[in-house]
């Protein structure tokens, strides 16, 4: 069935390295993709997005890159700091007849540790 | 800027008891609406959506229900509570036409 998934459910990277977390998706019908970063006890924070027509775009210290040729999404956290440290998934928007965000599919997530 | 507000934050309810969970949105007008559970170690399961006063989509069936009073304001409601509706609870609204949406702090509900 169609899905949102990651790779891996945690990843470890030492402080001031730059952290990949990955996200695949089926349905190539998707046309909007969003990252979030949850904190421990607290509600998912908008981090970025990006629409099917872009295979790239840069916010503050992240990055998030889109391949539709083998739906695959991106999130790449430059100079990873403790702060980072959190549970990130992702979520894409498929086309419904209504519109609106009621088709929004949510990954369950990657937890980034920081070591020290 | 639009802020969205739930509460409470952390409750304790017997089994067979009620609940409420309220949430609002401010500096926005008729944004869409939305209930997610995320269980432990699981993804966000989606709830209810309301997309206008008095408008609720159900995507689960279960022993909850919503209600949107107000047009910033959507309520979680259950007149008996079951031990599997513990979870934590988030509150979120989007733009009618936007993709994203935005989530509360969550309200963390323990059923004993």
């Known amino acids: 069935g169609e899905s949102v998934g990651l790779h891996l459910p945690t990843l470890s990277v030492q402080e001031g390295d730059n952290s990949i977390i990955n996200c695949a998706y089926s349905?190539?019908?998707?046309?909007?993709f969003i990252w979030y970063k949850q904190e421990s006890g607290k509600g998912p924070q908008f981090i970025i997005d990006i629409r099917s027509n872009m295979d790239k775009r840069q916010g503050q210290r992240v990055t998030v890159l889109l391949n539709k040729t083998v739906k695959h999404l991106s999130l790449q956290i430059a100079a990873t700091q403790p702060g980072d440290s959190a549970v990130y998934f992702c979520?894409?928007?498929?086309?419904?007849?209504?519109?609106?965000?009621?088709?929004?599919?949510f990954g369950k997530g990657t937890h980034l540790i920081i070591q020290p | 800027s639009q802020t969205i507000h739930q509460w409470p934050a952390t409750l304790v309810q017997p089994v067979g008891s009620p609940l409420s969970l309220e949430c609002t949105v401010e500096?926005?007008?008729?944004?869409?609406l939305y209930w997610y559970r995320q269980a432990a170690g699981r993804g966000l399961q989606l709830l209810f959506y309301?997309?206008?006063?008095?408008?609720i989509s159900s995507e689960v069936p279960q022993n909850l229900s919503a209600s949107r009073p107000q047009d910033r304001q959507f309520i979680l409601s259950s007149k008996k509570l079951l031990l599997s509706d513990s979870g934590f609870y988030l509150c979120?609204?989007?733009?009618?036409?936007?993709?994203?949406?935005?989530f509360g702090e969550g309200s963390w509900l323990t059923v004993v």
């Open positions: 500096g926005t007008s008729n944004p869409n």
């Open positions: 979520a894409e928007n498929r086309e419904y007849s209504g519109g609106g965000a009621d088709g929004l599919t």
């Open positions: 349905n190539s019908a998707s046309d909007y």
């Open positions: 309301s997309v206008g006063i008095g408008q």
């Open positions: 979120a609204w989007g733009g009618q036409t936007g993709n994203t949406i935005y």
